[in-house]
């Protein structure tokens, strides 16, 4: 079991930015990829971005230009920069880590972190 770890969520003004964080803490296991969803209200799940092991990301045609996602191997962190946020971005941005070696195929996901855009 992984446990995830996100925060960063907030109250922001549209056009401003934030940063959320997502640790995976412990060791005994590989991380394939680390990856970005959200739910809006009353939307479906949308899948926003991805990191994979080896550093190249992915990102929904809806934030392309505008988010950029991280990561510290090092530190089994993601991080999604979020700039030049719109209303629609408001949603719980919630975090998924896929495992790889003998747990391949396991995902896991954080709790969710709250992320509204408001004037």
């Known amino acids: 079991q992984v446990q995830l770890v996100e925060s960063g969520g907030d109250l922001v003004r549209p056009g401003g930015f934030l940063r959320l964080s997502c640790v995976a803490p412990g060791s005994g296991f590989s991380i394939n990829a680390m990856g970005w969803f959200r739910q809006g209200p009353g939307k479906q799940p949308e899948w926003v971005a991805s990191?994979?092991?080896?550093?190249?990301?992915e990102y929904a045609e809806s934030v392309k230009g505008r988010f950029t996602i991280s990561g510290d191997n090092s530190k089994n962190t993601a991080y999604l920069q979020m700039n030049s946020l719109k209303p629609e971005d408001t949603a719980v941005y919630s975090c998924?880590?896929?495992?790889?070696?003998?747990?391949?195929?396991?995902?896991?996901w954080g709790q969710g972190t709250q992320v509204t855009v408001s004037s």
């Open positions: 990191i994979m092991n080896d550093g190249s990301t």
């Open positions: 998924a880590v896929d495992l790889g070696g003998s747990d391949r195929g396991k995902r896991f």
